[in-house]
């Protein structure tokens, strides 16, 4: 039995709690079960050099597990980040950046923190749905300081966690479920329902066609009930 006695197609309780730190330009607290993150933008106005005189704004991200996030303490990165940190950074950064013409923002750039105060699973995926919704947040602020027009046309971004366990398609993993499941997989959806992008690995053996089809299925139904949020 799954914990909290979830069907095999079924979510963990989700909800979010927007402007969870007063000082950001936008923030939101998600949580996703027992898996908590904090994400937090802050808006520069400046971009990094190879943007310069483009027009173009930028949309960056960090990430990082606080210690006691986890079941033994998660060691701080004072050393810098670990490639897998990086990897993480880089899927949200990338998925964010689907959100918005970037041109439309000006030579801005929104820099989003994701800081996991409970992991227990989808920490990543997690971070982009919130992540999402701080962006969103973040630039209805700089309309209202006078440094946009108009909010910017927004595509709505949602990420989850799916994968196979003892040969049964599951939707949204926990961690004991995430650290034994023979495939796991991650998929970033637009609200328009097309693909951003989509991780998915075997993790004990090969996955067969109707499997990977089974994964998306349950991808698309868990973004879509995260979509939700958004009209929130």
């Known amino acids: 039995m799954r914990s909290n006695n979830r069907k095999d197609d079924e979510m963990r309780p989700v909800s979010i709690e927007r402007g969870i730190q007063y000082q950001a330009d936008g923030s939101v607290l998600i949580k996703m079960g027992n898996t908590h993150v904090i994400c937090g933008v802050t808006v520069e106005e400046k971009v990094p050099p190879f943007l310069k005189g483009s027009g173009q704004g930028w949309i960056t991200a960090e990430y990082g597990i606080l210690p006691c996030a986890t079941d033994s303490r998660y060691r701080r990165e004072t050393k810098g980040a670990s490639g897998r940190t990086m990897e993480i950074q880089r899927l949200i950064g990338r998925s964010l950046r689907m959100m918005v013409d970037l041109h439309t923002i000006g030579e801005r750039t929104l820099r989003v923190d994701c800081d996991v105060l409970n992991a227990d699973g989808g920490t990543r995926t997690a971070s982009i749905t919130g992540g999402a919704i701080a962006v969103v947040d973040a630039l209805k602020k700089v309309v209202q300081r006078g440094g946009l027009a108009a909010l910017p046309k927004i595509t709505p ?12 398609p599951l939707l949204d993993l926990d961690y004991p479920e995430d650290s034994s499941a023979q495939t796991d997989a991650n998929f970033v959806m637009a609200g328009d329902g097309r693909w951003i992008e989509i991780q998915a690995t075997a993790e004990g053996e090969p996955y067969s066609d109707e499997e990977y089809l089974a994964l998306m299925a349950l991808a698309r139904k868990g973004c879509g009930e995260l979509f939700d949020l958004w009209n929130e």
């Open 157 to 168: 971004v949602a990420a989850i966690s799916v994968g196979i366990l003892a040969g049964k």
